[in-house]
């Protein structure tokens, strides 16, 4: 069964900073191309980044470009998080399609997503 667990979210002052951690189950999250969303209570999951397989092309979302990294270790997928603002708050997931592509893309319509880890960004 296909897994994916998110962690590393929590409460931070902004302009600091949280790195994300999503790690699979049953599969070799290097081999896939995988990509970050989050939701804001009462707003539509938003696409964040995304990075193809064996550390492909990766692409961001214009509010995030600059600040957020996306990036693969040990076979894990991490979103370093920097200069956060209030509207960074928002639960974080990751997903993929299981498809072996140096392309990505930060379209809902991937099958298989995380539980999601909450980030939320206040004084």
């Known amino acids: 069964q296909v897994q994916l667990v998110e962690s590393g979210g929590g409460l931070v002052q902004p302009g600091g900073s949280l790195r994300l951690s999503c790690a699979a189950s049953e599969f070799t999250l290097d081999y896939y191309s995988i990509a970050w969303f989050r939701q804001a209570p009462g707003k539509k999951r938003e696409g964040v980044a995304c990075i193809g397989s064996n550390d492909g092309n990766r692409y961001y979302a214009d509010s995030v470009k600059d600040r957020f990294t996306i990036s693969r270790a040990n076979d894990r997928l991490y979103l370093q998080m920097n200069s956060l603002k209030p509207e960074d708050t928002a639960v974080y997931y990751c997903?993929?399609?299981?498809?072996?592509?140096?392309?990505?893309?930060?379209?809902?319509?991937?099958?298989?997503w995380g539980q999601g880890t909450q980030v939320t960004v206040s004084s």
């Open positions: 997903a993929t399609d299981l498809l072996i592509s140096r392309a990505c893309h930060i379209n809902d319509d991937y099958n298989y």
